[in-house]
Every structure is written in structure tokens, then in C-alpha cells.
């Protein structure tokens, strides 16, 4: 006989469209043969969204498969006219072990059909018929979640009923509701009503991040219009700002500059600039629109470092060359003699200077360039990661103009500071561009405890590795290392 999904059953107390993921778990057994199909129904929340059917099944592919340790060894895609379905099969990593699944997509409901069986047999005659013959509910819950939510969200949202309105506002600020890129003139249209600004910060800038996934090429300029009605408000203007670099197109990055260096709103912390300009580290080819002008926001505090470290990326890079920002040199310079006295003031006062870094914090390879993911870290142990990155980042900006005194005199200055991390990761960048240092430099940072591991890896990951002492090249002493630094 034909299986047939279990009917939901929604508590009374509760209504049946829910703004939270709902799943309930049946298992069906033949105990004669000893198979069992497991049977899971889940409910998505009221305004779930997906952008497009292909999307949907690849990220559940992934959902099933990473989430497990398994790999996906074969898939098929189909559809009815009364759902959506995909049949997965899997392999377990770890054993010989088989996991068959069938996940039927209908309307707001997903079942997810799944049994497993060693690798060396099939499925008996119970699991084959249960796979074929299950048919979903015919019980209709939602409209489906490739169909826009955004219009009966914002209606639920200015409603007059005080629960359903608090119920949207809840949805929005846990950030349970999904937007399609579509959806932003119904978004742009909703905030210019008057019960947006009745709403709590966390909402409003929910819903104004959600303009990020727009493709209209106007986009940025309605959000700099948005920026602009917002004077008052600088932790919304923060959010749009953010908006605008999460785009990543030209057209944004300039509107984003326009608006940093015309209406500069200030920052809390340090952080504050970073949330701003990390999605340009994944985008370096943008910040040719950035730069020079960006330079002009070093003045404020806040802003300098984060736009240091970018810029100092960009120049890694050979994105960006070093005329670009040659005017600067005499504020760079200073802010590196600055920076070098505080860093030598610290040497002093620090007897026992933190020497617990983890190595495995990041791994460090050309593919992925360390520098990139520590600078836009928000964690202060990541940040430490190498020793002093405001240093750091000043380093890489100042040696294209090695051949001028001032900038021999600051990049000299930087081997003779004590702070072994700080200083391996100086010299180590520096020899990825030819610099030559004495022998003593270079054998200081592997004599030592506390720098030799980290020194090895940096000298491997820029592939100078014979600048290493051989004697120190054995388990003996890197295990000593180790242990020197915990």
C-alpha cells in the first residue's frame, strides 16, 4: 500500500504559519527484515525564501552531506506538478556505510526520507516500496518558498493586530525572514512608511542590510539617497554604508566614498571602520576606487588603521602601486616613527611579553594570504596572530620606497625591535621582497624559543626556508618550541 506523509498538527495555542523551523521525525519499521526508514517533516517559518529551485538543492545537498562528514556520490533532481524532489545518496567517510535519501519539496514543507545500508547490498523489498510509494500531504500549508514573501511580511509587519505585528518584529530581528533580490523596491517602498521608524534599531537595520542582495543598477544610488535622510541616525547611515560596500560594483564603491568623505559619520572603536571596508579584502581590484582619496579619512583615528591595512593589502598584491599613494609618504613616515616608539615602549615594559599565539589560528599559504583574514579579524587573539599589525601593515606600505633615507632608516629601526613575533613577521615580509639582513638577524629568530616556530612557517610560506639554521631543522627543537610557547 501507498505511504503517506503524517498530516501536521499544529498546537492550538500556537498559529499554524510559524516564524521559526518546526520539524517533527517518524520512524517506520519492518522488524521481520530489519530495515527502518526514517520520516522527517519540517515546517519552514512563514517567510522563508529561496532565490531559485537550482540554489535550493544544491545548498541542501551541502546541508546533508557536510553536516554528516558524507559524500555525495550520486543525486537526481525531478519535479511534479504538485512538488519538488531530490533523491541523494551518499557515503559515509568513516565506514562502508550507504545513506539513500528522498526529500520532497512542497509548498512551505520539506520531507526528508532516509534510510542506510552497508555498501555491499541494496535496500530490501520494505525500504524500496516505502522510497517509491510515499506521497506528501495533500494538505496545503504557505504559498511555496520560491514565491516572495516581502509583500505579507511588511503587511504583518504595520499591522494593527498588536500580535501579529510582534510577531513579524520578532521574525525580522532574529532574522528569520528572507528577501529575494527582487524584493527591493517593495523593501525600498516600506521604509519610507511611517511605522519604519517605529521600529528598533536591530529591525530597521535588518531590513535595510537586506537591500545588499539587489542587482538594479540604481541600487547604490538609492542608498545613498536612504544615507542621506538619515543625519540623525548614525548607526543606521553605518548600516547602509555596509550595505553599500557588501555590493562590491564600482557604482557602489564610489557612491561609498562620496558619502565617507562628504558626510563622515564618526565611529564608536576602531572595529567600526573594518565592519566598513572587509568586503573590499575579498575585492582588491575595487580599491582603485578607493584610493587616494580614502587616505584623506587617516585623520580620524578610528578610520586609520583599518584603511592602512587595506591599502597595505592592495600594494601586496600589486593591485595598487606605490604612486597612487606617494603623496602621503610624509604622513606614512610619521605615523611609522610613531608607531615604532610604541612599539619599543612595550618592549620595555613587557617582561614576560605574551607568548601564547596559536599557530593553527590560521594557516598560512599563498592561496590564502594570512595577512587578509588576521587584518579583518574581530577577534584580539586573532589580531595578535602577528605580533603588531598596525606595524605590519605600515611595513608593507613603506618598503616600496626603500630606496629613499627615511623610509632605510624606519625599515632598519624595525629589526632591532625586541618583540621576537612581531619582528619575524617584519623581516620574513621582507624577505618575500628581496631584502638582504645580516646572518645575525636571521639566526636570532631561530635561536630563540619563542620565535621558532613561527619563524619556520613564514619563511616556508614565502618559500625561504634556507634561511633557516639546518641544526635547528629537527623534531627535538620544534617540539621544545612548542612547548616554549604554551
Not at 208 to 236: A, H, M, P, Q
Not at 370 to 381: G, L, M, P, R, T
Not at 425 to 451: G, K, R
Request: net charge neutral; proline share 3%; hydrophobic share 35%.
Amino acid at each position: 500500500m501507498p505511504y503517506e506523509a503524517p498530516k501536521p498538527k499544529p498546537n492550538k495555542k500556537e498559529p499554524e504559519a510559524k516564524n521559526y523551523y518546526f520539524s517533527r521525525t517518524h520512524y517506520f519499521q519492518a522488524v521481520e527484515s530489519n530495515e527502518c526508514v526514517m520520516v522527517e517533516a519540517n515546517w519552514f517559518p512563514k517567510y522563508s525564501n529561496a532565490e531559485s529551485v537550482d540554489t535550493f538543492w544544491v545548498r541542501r545537498a551541502r546541508k546533508y552531506g557536510n553536516g554528516n562528514d558524507l559524500f555525495l556520490k550520486k543525486q537526481k533532481l525531478s519535479k511534479t506538478k504538485d512538488y519538488h524532489e531530490a533523491y541523494y545518496t551518499y557515503t559515509d567517510t568513516n565506514t562502508n556505510q550507504l545513506i539513500n535519501m528522498r526529500v520532497i519539496l512542497k509548498n512551505e514543507l520539506i520531507y526528508i526520507l532516509r534510510a542506510n545500508t552497508d555498501s555491499t547490498r541494496q535496500h530490501g523489498k520494505f525500504t524500496s516500496e516505502f522510497f517509491r510509494s510515499f506521497t506528501p500531504s495533500d494538505t496545503a500549508i504557505g504559498s511555496g518558498i520560491f514565491e516572495s514573501k516581502a509583500n505579507v511580511f511588511f503587511k504583518d509587519l504595520y499591522s494593527k493586530d498588536k500580535a501579529t505585528s510582534l510577531s513579524a518584529k520578532e521574525a525580522i530581528e532574529n532574522r528569520d525572514v528572507d528577501f529575494l533580490a527582487k524584493d527591493d523596491t517593495i523593501i525600498l517602498r516600506n521604509i519610507k512608511a511611517p511605522e519604519f521608524h517605529e521600529l528598533s534599531l536591530s529591525a530597521k537595520a535588518n531590513i535595510i542590510r537586506e537591500l545588499g542582495l539587489s542587482k538594479r543598477k540604481e541600487i547604490s544610488d538609492d542608498l545613498k539617497k536612504l544615507f542621506e535622510t538619515y543625519t540623525d541616525s548614525t548607526d543606521i547611515q553605518l548600516v547602509i554604508l555596509q550595505t553599500l560596500a557588501g555590493l562590491k560594483t564600482e557604482a557602489s564603491t564610489k557612491s561609498l566614498l562620496d558619502l565617507l568623505i562628504n558626510d563622515t559619520p564618526p565611529l564608536y572603536d576602531k572595529e567600526g571602520a573594518m565592519d566598513i571596508l572587509y568586503p573590499y579584502f575579498d575585492s582588491l581590484q575595487l580599491t582603485k576606487h578607493l584610493f587616494p582619496r580614502l587616505l584623506d579619512l587617516t585623520r580620524y583615528s578610528e578610520y586609520k588603521n583599518a584603511i592602512h591595512k587595506l591599502l597595505a593589502v592592495a600594494v601586496s598584491e600589486k593591485i595598487i602601486d606605490k604612486d597612487v599613494y606617494a603623496s602621503y609618504k610624509p604622513f606614512l613616515y610619521k605615523e611609522c616613527k610613531d608607531e615604532l616608539k610604541r612599539q619599543f615602549s612595550a618592549d620595555k615594559e613587557e617582561t614576560n611579553y605574551s607568548r601564547y599565539v596559536d599557530n593553527g589560528m590560521y594557516e598560512d599559504s599563498k592561496k590564502e594570504p594570512a595577512e587578509k583574514d588576521v587584518f579583518i579579524s574581530a577577534n584580539e587573539q586573532s589580531q595578535k596572530y602577528f605580533g603588531n599589525p598596525d606595524l605590519y601593515a605600515l611595513c608593507m606600505l613603506i618598503h616600496p620606497f626603500k630606496d629613499e633615507n627615511i623610509a632605510k632608516q624606519l625599515l632598519d629601526k624595525m629589526t632591532r625591535i625586541n618583540n621576537s613575533r612581531t619582528k619575524a613577521t617584519l623581516i620574513s615580509y621582507l624577505l618575500s621582497e628581496n631584502y638582504t639582513f645580516p646572518d645575525s638577524v636571521l639566526n636570532s629568530l631561530a635561536e630563540s624559543n619563542e620565535s621558532r616556530t613561527y619563524w619556520y612557517k613564514r619563511l616556508v610560506k614565502y618559500e625561504k626556508k634556507v634561511c633557516l639554521l639546518k641544526k635547528h631543522l629537527n623534531q627535538k627543537d620544534f617540539a621544545y618550541a612548542l612547548l616554549f610557547e604554551t
